[in-house]
């Protein structure tokens, strides 16, 4: 079973930037595809970025679009999102999946155990 291992978290001022990682506890990332998602206090969890196992394709939900940038180096076995011009509304915990693929509702397609996620606070 997939299981991730989120890091990279932590407290950015408004504008600020952060790159998270996501990493296999065992095995290898690379045949799968892979969505990052967040849950803000009080809201329920969402997607947030996904990328294909090949990285070809990825996609990104409309708030972080030109903010965000996923990528994955299957040589060092990880998915990275970057994070830039961070706001006040993007505090939550982050989450790494697997993913059926990334396309379509692909956000509705994890497969997997959750991990612990990753804190990021956006507070100036």
């Known amino acids: 079973q997939l299981q991730l291992v989120e890091s990279g978290g932590g407290l950015v001022q408004p504008g600020g930037s952060l790159r998270l990682s996501c990493e296999p506890s065992?095995?290898?990332?690379?045949?799968?595809?892979i969505g990052w998602f967040r849950q803000g206090p009080g809201k329920e969890r969402e997607g947030v970025s996904c990328?294909?196992?090949?990285?070809?394709?990825?996609d990104y939900v409309d708030p972080v679009k030109g903010r965000f940038v996923i990528s994955r180096d299957n040589a060092k076995n990880t998915v990275y999102l970057q994070m830039s011009n961070l706001k006040s509304e993007d505090t939550a915990i982050y989450y790494c999946?697997?993913?059926?693929?990334?396309?379509?509702?692909?956000?509705?397609?994890?497969?997997?155990?959750w991990g612990r996620g990753t804190q990021v606070t956006v507070s100036s």
């Open positions: 999946s697997g993913l059926l693929a990334c396309y379509g509702n692909w956000s509705g397609r994890t497969f997997g155990s």
């Open positions: 065992g095995g290898s990332l690379r045949p799968y595809a």
């Open positions: 990328i294909s196992s090949s990285g070809k394709s990825t």
